[in-house]
C-alpha cells in the first residue's frame, strides 16, 4: 500500500510546484477517487477536516512553513513506490484539477458531505481534529456529486 508521502511525491513529477494547499487537496481526491474505484484506501493516512479542507497530518508535518512545494521536495520518488493502477487513479485526479487553485479547492472541498459533516457543529474558522472518515469519502463521491469533475 502507498503512503500519502508518495501520493504527494508523485502528484509534484506529475505538476512541477504547487502550493501546498493544492497538494493536500489533490492528494485528499486522489484518496476519494480511489475509494470510489478500488473500494480500499490508497493509502492508509488519514484526512483531518481543518478549516481551510481536508489535510493530512503526516503529509503537513512534512511540508509545514512550506506555501509552495515542488518536484523532489519529499526526497526522489522511488521506482516501485505505487502500483500502475495506483499511478492511474492519481493521473485521473490530477488532469481532472490541475487547472484549479488551492482555494478553489478548497472551496470545492466546503462543498461537499465529508468535509462539512466532519466540521458539524463546528465555529468556521475553529481547530479541528475530527477525521474525514474513508466510509464518508466513499459514500458521498460514488453519487458523483455535481461541480466535481474527478467523479463526473
Known amino acids: 500500500m502507498a503512503h500519502v508521502v508518495d501520493v504527494a ?9 504547487v502550493s501546498t494547499m493544492k497538494l493536500q ?6 484518496q476519494a477517487y480511489y475509494l470510489v474505484e478500488h ?5 492508509p493516512e488519514e484526512f483531518e477536516a481543518w478549516a481551510n479542507g481536508p489535510v493530512a497530518p503526516d503529509l503537513f508535518k512534512r511540508h ?8 523532489g521536495f519529499f526526497g526522489p520518488l522511488l521506482e516501485h513506490a505505487l ?21 478553489s479547492l478548497s472551496e470545492l472541498t466546503h462543498s461537499e458531505a465529508p ?18 472518515s474513508c466510509e464518508a469519502m466513499r459514500a458521498y463521491y460514488q453519487t458523483k456529486p ?3 469533475p474527478v467523479f463526473a
Open 64 to 71: 509545514k512553513g512550506e506555501f509552495v512545494v515542488s518536484r
Open 115 to 132: 468535509w462539512l459533516d466532519a466540521r458539524s457543529g463546528l465555529a468556521p474558522n475553529a481547530r479541528s481534529r475530527r477525521t474525514v
Open 83 to 103: 502500483a500502475e493502477y495506483e499511478y492511474a487513479a492519481i493521473d485521473h485526479v490530477v488532469g481532472c484539477l490541475k487547472s484549479w487553485t488551492g482555494a
Open 146 to 148: 455535481q461541480g466535481n
Open 9 to 17: 511525491a508523485y502528484i509534484l513529477e506529475c505538476l512541477g510546484s
Open 39 to 43: 473500494g480500499t484506501p490508497l493509502f
Open 25 to 30: 487537496k489533490l492528494t485528499f481526491y486522489s
